[in-house]
């Protein structure tokens, strides 16, 4: 194992036994400790990951609608980025689930943000990752995530798909057009390139080095789309290259019998 993955876990050990401080202030937002936050190094420096959090706040308002009155679902909320911006940039915050495979963050979640905040919940779901959760239940097409049929207005996912092969990516969106009402929308970014094979692990010589299982999974533009079309939803929007890493955006909505957006 890579000795900056030896330190992390080793941090997180402590941390969870009371050894380092699992928190620090910035304002009146609490942020997980830097050893504890997932992504580059910018994400370190206390300033940058709440106006991350922040942005991504900015951004559902202003792309996706997001208002008090909806319920939104973040798969993969990691240390809680999005919640914490959510919770700085709105003065009224929706209703908001975040659910993570990593049980320390979920733990982390439920600790520093949920017991303070009723509208805010935490699940932690065992879905097998070979690079977040490699014990986990491997997916079947019988996955459901522990809510209701169209529970959600937005289901946002950040550098999630970037992270996942295509048979995991199939279930998840299939998950995510059950949980959605009639006219919810989907964020999520991902790793997708004209030209090049279908679906590629960690990629020799892409915007990167990648170390580790499925440290970057890169997508045939068109082939990931046909993903997102066969599970019922209709691109909306495509921002290319834009986000961490190098990745894009898709904002997609449910689509009708009609192939319209409802």
Known sequence: MPLIENLHKARRFLSVHGVL??????????????H???GGPEFKDDNFFLASGRKEAQR????????????????????????????SQMEQAPRYCGVDVDAHSVRWCKRYIEARQSRFHFDRVNASNRRYNPGGVDLAASFHLPYENA???LIYLYSVFSHMMPKDVEVYLAEFHRLLTRRGQVFLTGFVETDVPNVVENPPGY???????????????????????????????????????GQSAYYLSRANHDGGAT
Not at 21 to 34: E, K, N, T, W
Not at 64 to 80: K, S, Y
Not at 223 to 234: M, Q
Request: charged fraction near 25%; proline fraction near 3%; charge should be negative.
């Open 151 to 153: 529970s959600f207005e």
């Open 207 to 245: 915007r990167g080095e990648w170390t580790g299982a499925l440290h970057c999974v890169r997508y045939e533009k068109h082939y990931f789309e046909s993903l997102i079309r066969e599970a019922g939803f209709e691109i909306r929007a495509f921002d290319y290259g834009q986000e961490t890493d």
């Open 60 to 87: 559902l308002l202003d792309r996706c609608g997001l208002t008090p009155e909806n319920r939104i679902l973040d798969i993969g909320c990691g240390v809680g980025r999005l919640a914490i911006g959510i919770l």
């Open 21 to 34: 401080s699992d928190h620090v202030r910035l304002g009146a937002s609490v942020l997980p400790a830097p």
């Open 36 to 38: 504890l936050r997932f």
